[in-house]
């Protein structure tokens, strides 16, 4: 009887090993929860520019350019990168909360996600990053300087890939994890995770390497990501940085702590953008 139990304790064990091996995108990446819902900015009153960014390897992406609430001039670029499950449209209030501040803001779905074509692998959120970055410096034409990559959970570990291979003027990390094999080490602490993963997001590997000020926003209380994967990541960024404590759950803090968000979020880039304007891309990017 203790044989046969064993034996049954053994092969779910190693049933979930394989599991967490062979399925492992499928665990990483949810493209397709509420892939049908396509909210747009002008749903809360913004004019924008629909985007179709190409990869270098053909993949087409869904994205909006959203120009700044001051014609004239804009303080600099948000290119921003989701975190898992749903899309763009259900990031609105993010877009709010860069106009009112008078950033223009560059949104996509990854391949998978949305209405951009493939499938999502960390190489092809790589790639998807790449276009972005590309579309922002070559044919929006805002410097690298006034470029702010802004990732929200698994966005975070794009964008900060992002940021070690080029210099913006500063990378914002919210909700983020430190990798995924810490995170499934988090959920499956009885299997052997780190050997197991194959889609890693080294977020704190990369943060020593990148040379811009950083700003790491977590909650004590998220219910996803636990509270010391930001503090880490905080501790591994290169000065200047800072930390940002909100409240509310993994989904929701944004929305419970969005004036501590706003004005916090607001000081930084003042100290991280250059001070001189820089002069009419709004205008010019929206007749793309």
Not at 240 to 247: H, N, S, T, V
Request: net charge neutral; with cysteine.
């Amino acid at each position: 009887m203790l044989w046969s139990l064993l034996q049954i304790a053994l092969l779910v064990y190693f049933g979930l090993a394989a599991l967490i091996y062979f399925r492992q995108s499928s665990l990483v990446f949810l493209p397709e929860l509420d892939r049908g819902f396509h909210a747009n900015p002008t749903d809360i009153g913004l004019r924008f520019t629909p985007l179709k960014l190409v990869t270098a390897d053909g993949e087409t992406l869904d994205g909006w350019f959203v120009p700044a609430a001051t014609k004239s001039e804009a303080r600099g670029l948000v290119v921003f990168f989701h975190g898992n499950a749903g899309n763009i449209g259900h990031r609105l209030d993010y877009l709010r909360m860069f106009h009112d501040q008078d950033l223009a803001t560059l949104m996509f779905d990854y391949r998978g996600y949305g209405l951009s074509s493939g499938t999502p692998s960390e190489q092809g959120t790589s790639l998807d990053a790449a276009a972005a970055w590309r579309h922002a410096t070559q044919t929006l034409g805002f410097p690298a300087t006034r470029i702010v990559l802004f990732g929200e959970s698994l966005g975070g570990g794009v964008a900060a890939q992002l940021a070690s291979e080029n210099r913006p003027g500063a990378l914002v990390l919210a909700s983020t994890f430190t990798s995924v094999p810490d995170m499934g080490a988090d959920l499956y602490p009885f299997l052997p995770v780190r050997l197991l993963a194959r889609i890693r997001y080294e977020t704190l590997v990369r943060l020593p390497l990148i040379d811009c000020p950083v700003m790491v926003i977590h909650s004590r209380n998220d219910d996803v990501i636990p509270f010391r994967h930001g503090k880490r990541l905080f501790e591994a960024a290169r000065p200047p940085k800072q930390f940002l404590e909100i409240e509310g759950g993994h989904n929701n803090g944004f929305v419970f702590s969005r004036k501590d968000w706003a004005g916090r979020l607001d000081g930084f880039l003042q100290q991280a953008l250059p001070a001189t304007a820089l002069a009419a891309h709004a205008p010019a990017a929206a007749a793309q």
